[in-house]
């Protein structure tokens, strides 16, 4: 049984600072890892994808992977009050599609 | 590019009683998903296909739940008799391919349908 674990929150961040999300899994078979950002009442959308060790930038979002110690993160650097969602960590990987996601992180962007 | 399409948004039934759901994925995309959202958690894969046939079902309560997607394109999500604990939102996602463990197959949420069975 594939397992994602997030710290469900609140994550309280000052407006301007970097967001620290992070995310853990059981699956030494996963390969690919998913952000998705879900507003309240709405669908998740994709934030980024990583599929190497290492960091992955893409504008203000970083992600980083370190499939050794089964650890996924995403970084939110200069947060925005826009910023304020929550956001899941998704896992795919040993011959299937589907995601398997955490329950999601709840960050609040202080203005 | 329009969306993930579905619909309903919102129903409320008795239990006991039957619905449907229906998803109209992105153009083009091959590879359909349903999955379902309990308030406070994150989304549950409950089917996968890839143009009509099923890929994963594994997770999909086949004795209430069924799916089928006749013609490649649009699906339906049927739940019959519904229970209590079947409270969620149905998402429906679409990816252009298949992804490989390396690359490809990123998925796009349509809006849901958040059902409420009393």
């Known amino acids: 049984q594939k397992e994602v674990e997030q710290n469900s929150g609140p994550l309280s961040v000052p407006e301007g600072a970097i967001a620290s999300l992070n995310c853990t899994y059981s699956d030494r078979g996963s390969q690919s890892f998913f952000w998705y950002r879900q507003y309240s009442g709405k669908s998740p959308e994709l934030i980024m994808f990583?599929?190497?060790?290492g960091d992955k930038e893409d504008g203000r979002f970083t992600a980083q992977l370190n499939k050794a110690s089964q650890y996924v993160s995403l970084l939110i650097r200069d947060s925005q009050p826009s910023d304020s969602a929550t956001y899941l960590c998704?896992?795919?990987?040993?011959?299937?599609?589907?995601?398997?996601f955490g329950k999601g992180t709840h960050l609040i962007i202080q203005p | 590019e329009a969306g993930v399409a579905q619909s309903p948004r919102y129903k409320i039934i008795e239990k006991r009683q039957s619905v449907a759901f229906w998803c109209n994925p992105i153009s083009g995309h091959a590879t359909l998903y349903w999955y379902q959202q309990i308030l406070g958690q994150g989304p549950k894969l409950l089917i996968q296909?890839?143009?009509?046939?099923?890929?994963?079902d594994s997770q999909l309560p086949k004795d209430r739940f069924s799916a089928e997607r006749l013609k490649g394109v649009d699906s339906t999500l049927k739940i019959q008799p519904a229970k209590l604990e079947d409270s969620a939102v149905y998402l429906c996602a679409s990816s252009l391919v298949r992804g490989t463990d390396w690359s490809g197959g990123e998925q796009f949420f349509g809006p849901g349908t958040r059902l409420t069975v009393l």
């Open positions: 990583i599929y190497s060790n």
């Open positions: 296909f890839q143009n009509n046939g099923v890929v994963d």
């Open positions: 998704a896992v795919r990987g040993g011959g299937a599609d589907g995601l398997t």
